[in-house]
């Protein structure tokens, strides 16, 4: 079973509103990231939180981390038809020499 | 400009054809390693290099070979390639931001048919 499931698989918000993407893992991390990926491109490097940290911001973006819970979300708050895109969180193991684990993805749709 | 690269960008070929993928980075980074991504299945790890000489198999590594004799350089070969390796592969290298901590870059992405 996979290691980092997003959740929902599929959201669609008018533009302005807050989009909320969720993250479960399963075993013991050292971080986990969040990915974006525009139709048919690489990933972008979003935001890192370490396994101590519990709240994360980048501009719009707000990440929180519960190791007791082992979960995670992202806020993109105001969003813009440009957030439209998938997003993907990833775990980086404890021990696990840099390897990431992608999760499924999200595939977020911000309507103008 | 710091970045990933790939080529070919797009290839369409015929079971058993022997391609390469190739992929370069110019940031020096030491960890590099390919991914394929499939409708429904995510970014599933294919090969790694910690460093130059030093290669292991990911997740998925079953039909593929990779190479590292250079930082720079690391192209993944098809010896030959079958319907079920249709798919689109990123090359990413990695950048270490801390203890344990890395950030991926990732290449534009190859997007593969084989007939």
């Known amino acids: 079973s996979q290691q980092g499931e997003e959740d929902p698989q599929a959201l669609s918000i008018q533009e302005g509103e807050n989009a909320t993407m969720n993250c479960s893992y399963k075993?013991?991390?050292?971080?986990l990231q969040w990915y974006r990926q525009n139709s048919g491109r690489g990933l972008v490097h979003l935001i890192l939180?370490?396994?101590?940290?519990r709240e994360k911001h980048s501009g719009r973006l707000r990440v929180t981390l519960d190791t007791s819970k082992k979960s995670s979300s992202l806020l993109i708050t105001a969003s813009r038809a440009a957030d439209t895109a998938s997003y993907f969180c990833?775990?980086?193991?404890?021990?696990?020499?840099?390897?990431?684990?992608f999760g499924k993805g999200i595939t977020l749709s911000v309507r103008p | 400009e710091a970045q990933v690269t790939q080529n070919p960008r797009y290839l369409i070929t015929v079971t058993g054809k022997k391609l390469t993928v190739t992929c370069s980075q110019n940031?020096?980074?030491?960890?590099m390693s390919w991914y394929r991504q499939d409708p429904g299945l995510g970014l599933r790890q294919i090969y790694y290099?910690?460093?130059?000489?030093?290669?292991d198999k990911g997740d998925v590594p079953e039909g593929y070979k990779v190479s590292r004799k250079e930082k720079r350089n690391f192209p993944l070969i098809l010896e030959s390639p079958s319907p079920n390796q249709t798919s689109l592969y990123f090359c990413?290298?990695?950048?270490?931001?801390?203890?344990?901590?890395?950030?991926?870059?990732f290449g534009p992405g190859t997007r593969l048919t084989v007939t």
């Open positions: 939180i370490r396994s101590n940290e």
């Open positions: 290099s910690m460093n130059v000489e030093v290669t």
């Open positions: 990413a290298s990695s950048r270490p931001i801390g203890t344990g901590s890395y950030e991926q870059y």
């Open positions: 990833a775990t980086l193991l404890t021990g696990a020499n840099s390897k990431l684990t």
């Open positions: 075993t013991s991390i050292n971080n």
């Open positions: 940031m020096n980074h030491e960890y």
